[in-house]
């Protein structure tokens, strides 16, 4: 055989596959489509044909162990060995079970009657999402939707607001009377649901918790107990299990699409919603979930070998965590007011002398401050000004004979510059100018702009001669010079 023929025979080969392969894929479009159609059955009138748990053999013999069990009172010494090893934990188990197809059967109801109601009442479904809730409100109200008000059993299932809204809506609903269903009244399915929620709830085992691990009853709700026990897979393996994945069982990652999900609080399991952390504010509750995670560890730990038959470690642990919870939930303490320390002034050094009395003389009070600081008693004074009450100028603003009086100068309160500063002064004075019409005896429309004939307007400086002057008899005619040869003028006037 050629290369050719055998590539040749691969090909057919491969489509004799491809062909088999669809074909089987049609036959399972076909079952799977079969299914579908067994599992949805729109035009069953009868509740009963869908929920078949209430009626089933194995519902009624879980029921009636566990009556069987809770009657029965047993001793410590009846279990040994493994916890999982006893009858009365496999019914335990069976229950817990149990609980799960309720729900599942509860559903299955509440889509029933859902289904059916939508046509008298199609609101209520938004209004009441609870299902068990929605089941108890079609039963009260039923085709007569004018109990909505002042209906003291729906007040039981619903709350004031909501009871409002509901009355509102249907009295603007378009839905019409239902007629009595065939084969069935909607009676019948209403209270095989709430007897189902009945069983539910119903206590399933309640000595067997506190039997089989009373430290662990003893900590926690006997719901939520029997919840973890389930979800862990027995005391055993909740004996083994780290405190921190003992915190997270029974959480919820579900979220509803188009949904917001910061409502939904992550990393919380069916210990955060127990009782007992619950009762704490929320900003606690995550802390508290974790000491309880923590403690019912140690409690299932004890309960798997049979160490404290009653349930005195689990009483322990519960009154240590209660214990700490009161610790956070404290006020904090009231921060202490200290008193300033004494300050610690020593005896301060008082100075004398002459020079130290000059100065205080020079920084005292001068004779102007004197008289503005005294008040003539019985007298009203005029206020220096509006915008200051109250504030005068005393002795130094009232009105004498009409005579300037020429203020006194105490010579040792008087401002005093240095010599050299004086001369300083004098200088800048005389060369720099410094004469106006106040310090000058020229008249104050003297300008330094003269009027010529030949340039028209010039700038003129009066003070160019007198500058000249000055610096001609800054040398021997100068107010500050000093006498340099006073010999000389001895002795001419001895000759003389």
């Given at each position: 055989?050629?290369?050719?023929?055998?590539?040749?025979?691969?090909?057919?080969?491969?489509?004799?596959?491809?062909?088999?392969?669809?074909?089987?894929?049609?036959?399972?479009?076909?079952?799977?489509?079969?299914?579908?159609?067994?599992?949805?059955?729109?035009?069953?009138?009868?509740?009963?044909?869908?929920?078949?748990?209430?009626?089933?053999?194995?519902?009624?013999?879980?029921?009636?162990?566990?009556?069987?069990?809770?009657?029965?009172?047993?001793?410590?010494?009846?279990?040994?060995?493994?916890?999982?090893?006893?009858?009365?934990?496999?019914?335990?188990?069976?229950?817990?079970?149990?609980?799960?197809?309720?729900?599942?059967?509860?559903?299955?109801?509440?889509?029933?009657?859902?289904?059916?109601?939508?046509?008298?009442?199609?609101?209520?479904?938004?209004?009441?999402?609870?299902?068990?809730?929605?089941?108890?409100?079609?039963?009260?109200?039923?085709?007569?939707?004018?109990?909505?008000?002042?209906?003291?059993?729906?007040?039981?299932?619903?709350?004031?607001?909501?009871?409002?809204?509901?009355?509102?809506?249907?009295?603007?609903?378009?839905?019409?009377?239902?007629?009595?269903?065939?084969?069935?009244?909607?009676?019948?399915?209403?209270?095989?649901?709430?007897?189902?929620?009945?069983?539910?709830?119903?206590?399933?085992?309640?000595?067997?918790?506190?039997?089989l691990s009373r430290c662990l009853h003893q900590l926690i709700y006997t719901e939520i107990h029997a919840k973890i026990i389930r979800i862990?897979?027995?005391?055993?393996?909740?004996?083994?299990?780290?405190?921190?994945?003992?915190?997270?069982?029974?959480?919820?990652?579900?979220?509803?699409?188009?949904?917001?999900?910061?409502?939904?609080?992550?990393?919380?399991?069916?210990?955060?919603?127990?009782?007992?952390?619950?009762?704490?504010?929320?900003?606690?509750?995550?802390?508290?979930?974790?000491?309880?995670?923590?403690?019912?560890?140690?409690?299932?730990?004890?309960?798997?070998?049979?160490?404290?038959?009653?349930?005195?470690?689990?009483?322990?642990?519960?009154?240590?965590?209660?214990?700490?919870?009161?610790?956070?939930?404290?006020?904090?303490?009231?921060?202490?007011?200290?008193?300033?320390?004494?300050?610690?002034?020593?005896m301060r050094k008082k100075r004398g002398g002459r020079r130290y009395r000059k100065m205080k003389e020079r920084l005292g009070l001068t004779?102007?401050?004197?008289?503005?600081?005294?008040?003539?008693?019985?007298?009203?004074?005029?206020?220096?000004?509006?915008?200051?009450?109250?504030?005068?100028?005393?002795?130094?603003?009232?009105?004498?004979?009409?005579?300037?009086?020429?203020?006194?100068?105490?010579?040792?309160?008087?401002?005093?510059?240095?010599?050299?500063?004086?001369?300083?002064?004098?200088?800048?004075?005389?060369?720099?100018?410094?004469?106006?019409?106040?310090?000058?005896?020229?008249?104050?429309?003297?300008?330094?702009?003269?009027?010529?004939?030949?340039?028209?307007?010039?700038?003129?400086?009066?003070?160019?001669?007198?500058?000249?002057?000055?610096?001609?008899?800054?040398?021997?005619?100068?107010?500050?010079?000093?006498?340099?040869?006073?010999?000389?003028?001895?002795?001419?006037?001895?000759?003389?």
């Amino acid at each position: 055989m050629s290369l050719a023929d055998e590539l040749l025979a691969d090909l057919e080969e491969a489509a004799a596959e491809e062909d088999e392969a669809y074909a089987g894929e049609e036959e399972l479009e076909d079952v799977a489509e079969i299914q579908e159609e067994m599992q949805v059955d729109v035009d069953v009138d009868s509740v009963k044909s869908i929920a078949k748990l209430r009626d089933s053999k194995m519902f009624a013999d879980i029921l009636c162990k566990i009556e069987g069990y809770i009657g029965k009172q047993r001793k410590a010494s009846d279990v040994m060995g493994p916890v999982e090893a006893d009858p009365e934990y496999k019914v335990i188990v069976d229950a817990n079970n149990l609980t799960v197809e309720i729900d599942n059967e509860l559903s299955i109801i509440h889509k029933f009657i859902r289904d059916k109601y939508s046509k008298r009442f199609p609101e209520l479904e938004s209004l009441v999402p609870n299902p068990l809730d929605y089941i108890r409100t079609v039963k009260e109200l039923g085709n007569h939707l004018d109990k909505c008000k002042n209906n003291e059993n729906l007040q039981q299932i619903l709350t004031n607001a909501t009871i409002m809204v509901v009355s509102v809506t249907a009295s603007t609903t378009q839905g019409h009377c239902l007629h009595q269903l065939k084969g069935d009244s909607s009676p019948s399915f209403l209270s095989l649901s709430l007897s189902l929620s009945l069983c539910l709830h119903q206590p399933k085992g309640d000595s067997s918790p506190s039997f089989l691990s009373r430290c662990l009853h003893q900590l926690i709700y006997t719901e939520i107990h029997a919840k973890i026990i389930r979800i862990a897979g027995g005391l055993t393996n909740l004996s083994k299990m780290p405190a921190c994945n003992v915190m997270l069982l029974g959480a919820q990652r579900k979220t509803l699409s188009g949904f917001s999900s910061t409502s939904v609080l992550p990393h919380t399991g069916y210990i955060y919603h127990s009782e007992i952390v619950e009762s704490l504010p929320p900003d606690l509750r995550r802390k508290a979930a974790r000491l309880v995670a923590a403690k019912c560890t140690l409690a299932a730990r004890v309960d798997s070998f049979h160490e404290c038959s009653d349930g005195k470690v689990g009483y322990d642990l519960k009154e240590e965590i209660e214990r700490k919870f009161d610790k956070w939930q404290e006020p904090p303490p009231v921060k202490q007011v200290k008193p300033l320390p004494a300050p610690l002034d020593g005896m301060r050094k008082k100075r004398g002398g002459r020079r130290y009395r000059k100065m205080k003389e020079r920084l005292g009070l001068t004779e102007i401050r004197k008289q503005a600081n005294r008040m003539t008693f019985g007298e009203i004074e005029e206020d220096a000004y509006q915008e200051d009450l109250g504030f005068s100028l005393g002795h130094l603003g009232k009105s004498g004979s009409g005579r300037i009086r020429q203020a006194q100068v105490n010579e040792a309160t008087k401002a005093r510059i240095s010599k050299s500063l004086q001369r300083t002064l004098q200088k800048q004075s005389v060369v720099y100018g410094g004469k106006s019409t106040i310090r000058d005896r020229s008249s104050g429309t003297a300008s330094s702009v003269a009027f010529t004939p030949l340039q028209g307007l010039e700038i003129v400086n009066p003070q160019a001669a007198e500058k000249k002057v000055a610096e001609a008899n800054q040398k021997y005619f100068s107010n500050m010079a000093e006498f340099l040869k006073v010999g000389r003028e001895k002795d001419q006037n001895e000759m003389h």
